[in-house]
């Protein structure tokens, strides 16, 4: 029940009326017993908005596109993870202080540790972008060899060269033989979803394949990985895990992953068969 003591957490983004973040975490408030709410505030003025959260007392926000990297200089503090990859997608505020962290690299490492050993395998990383960065980081974390190739090179040149790891152009990204392929571009994103981001060809036996991209679920380029017998991890995976280590930081308590899973894998079925809403980017 919503009343005097109810404790508000929300999403600033823009656009972020079609977030699922609100389907995640209100599910989990009540699943919880939590006496908490969770809104989607889509928000034009970065600063006043964090003034905003200080003064009425927000408890938490998790930041979406565009503002994971514009939020750093806003906040009091950020958390070495997030600092290095300069990116936040999650905040706490903690009496008044703002603090910024990235549960998004970790919502991708983990899903992959669940099917694979990371360290000393060879992954090729497609983007440049802001999930590619928070990926690049976790797979420096466990020692992974990583090549990145991006549509616009020059990106994938400075996220390398900062990460330590090596660039390939995006014309000859079939020519290689990963162990793992990580998709961290929107390509095969809806109504986009008769692309894939890489030639059919290039799949093979035994590699194990990552589509971050989580609507459709199973994108053409997981439909594919599975014809040709690869191990395949859907977009679903890194999103629960990227908003189950948001709760854990605003509650101190770890959420019931296989739960989130169920809501959203049905929230997004029911999206795809209808084929009349549209999800944002968390
Ligand atoms: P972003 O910062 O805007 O980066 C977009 C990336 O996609 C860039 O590398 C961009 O290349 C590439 N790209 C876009 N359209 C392309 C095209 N037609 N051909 C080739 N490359 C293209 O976005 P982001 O935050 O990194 O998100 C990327 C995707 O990941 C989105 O679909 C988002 O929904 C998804 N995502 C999923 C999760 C999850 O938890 N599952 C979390 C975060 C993001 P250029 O640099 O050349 O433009």
């Given amino acids: 029940m919503i009343d005097a003591r109810t404790e508000l957490y929300g999403i600033i983004g823009n656009p972020v009326r079609h977030s699922l973040s609100p389907l995640i975490h209100n599910t989990a408030f009540k699943r919880m017993g939590l006496n908490a709410l969770y809104l989607a505030f889509e928000v034009e003025d970065l600063e006043e908005a964090i003034h905003g959260i200080r003064a009425l007392g927000i408890r938490g926000v998790s930041v979406t596109i565009p503002f994971k990297t514009e939020v750093v200089p806003f906040l009091d503090e950020v958390e070495e993870a997030a600092g290095k990859i300069k990116a936040v997608n999650t905040i706490l505020n903690r009496g008044g202080r703002m603090i910024g962290y990235n549960t998004d690299w970790h919502g991708a490492i983990e899903a992959l540790e669940e099917k694979i050993d990371l ?60 162990e793992v392929i990580i998709n961290a571009t929107s390509i095969g994103m809806y109504p986009y979803d008769t692309e894939g981001p890489l030639p059919k060809e290039v799949l093979k036996e035994g590699m194990t394949v990552m589509d971050i991209v989580y609507w459709p679920l199973r994108t053409k380029l997981l439909r594919e990985a599975e014809e040709k017998g690869c191990l395949t991890i859907n977009g679903l995976e890194m999103l629960t895990r990227q908003g189950a280590g948001q709760l854990q930081i605003w509650t101190g308590r770890r959420p019931d992953l296989g739960k989130i899973k169920e809501d959203l894998y049905r929230a997004l079925v029911r999206t795809e068969v209808s084929k009349e809403g549209s999800y944002d980017r968390d």
């Fill in 119 to 178: 360290r000393g395998k060879k992954v090729l990383l497609l983007g440049a972008g802001g999930a590619a960065r928070a990926i690049g980081f976790g797979l420096r974390e466990r020692g992974s060899l990583v090549i990145i190739s991006n549509r616009s090179g020059d990106k994938a040149h400075h996220l390398a060269e900062e990460l330590g790891f090596v660039s390939w152009p995006w014309s000859l990204r079939g020519d290689l033989q990963p």
